[in-house]
């Protein structure tokens, strides 16, 4: 029981803090962060599945942001 409230608990934290939807893309353009959600998503999905998971989340955000940064104006 432990186990699972933790798990909770780090997950409901992680969604919060780790959430790329605060980052802005309205002036970017929409192929660029097409690309940039993808290799988030698969950033996401590809790392641990236990115990790193947050780092992972903090770290695929930074990179998100990053890619973000660096798109085109519409």
Request: glycine share 10%.
């Given at each position: 029981m432990k186990t699972l409230l933790t798990l909770i608990i780090i997950f409901s934290l992680s969604g919060c803090a780790y959430s790329i939807s605060d980052i802005n893309t309205a002036n970017s353009d929409p192929v660029c962060v097409r690309e940039c959600a993808a290799t988030y998503s698969?950033?996401?999905?590809?790392?641990?599945?236990?115990?790193?998971?947050?780092?992972?989340?903090?770290?695929?955000?930074?990179?998100?942001?990053?890619?973000?940064?660096?798109?085109?104006?519409?």
């Open positions: 698969s950033c996401v999905s590809g790392g641990p599945q236990i115990g790193a998971k947050t780092e992972t989340l903090r770290a695929c955000r930074e990179s998100y942001s990053v890619c973000i940064s660096t798109c085109p104006p519409k």
